[in-house]
Nanobody
Framework: VQLQASGGGLVTAGGSLRLSCVVS????????VGWFRRSRGTERKFVAT????????QYADSVKGRFFISRDNAENTVYLQMNSLKPEDTDVYYC????????????WGQGTLVTVSS
């Protein structure tokens, strides 16, 4: 399974961005796809996730009501719509996938940088 993330950029506070994660390869054994964030020297933080087959989005408290995760079945792409962005949302964002019966996210894409200026 390969994941390709894109869509990061520079935006002013209050603006919006949409991140994309294209999932390819053997997707039949995937359980969930999620977004995480991490700055250099810090721990990875959960942002949002949804199950590959049924949806069921879940969000970190810090982004509830502002970020929305969705999936395009035809394109095997997972999106993260980021609205009302704040400077503290600045980070490198990663998409990741979890296999069935696995507790951990095993597959990771490269990061995409989101910078929110005040």
């Amino acid at each position: 399974v390969q994941l390709q993330a894109s869509g990061g950029g520079l935006v002013t506070a209050g603006g919006s961005l949409r991140l994309s994660c294209v999932v390819s390869g053997r997707t039949s054994n995937l359980y969930a796809v999620g977004w995480f964030r991490r700055s250099r020297g810090t721990e990875r933080k959960f942002v949002a996730t949804l199950t590959w087959s049924a949806g069921n989005p879940q969000y970190a408290d810090s982004v509830k009501g502002r970020f929305f995760i969705s999936r395009d079945n035809a394109e095997n792409t997972v999106y993260l719509q980021m609205n009302s962005l704040k400077p503290e949302d600045t980070d490198v964002y990663y998409c990741a996938a979890k296999r069935m019966f696995s507790a951990d996210y095993f597959y990771w894409g490269q990061g995409t940088l989101v910078t929110v200026s005040s």
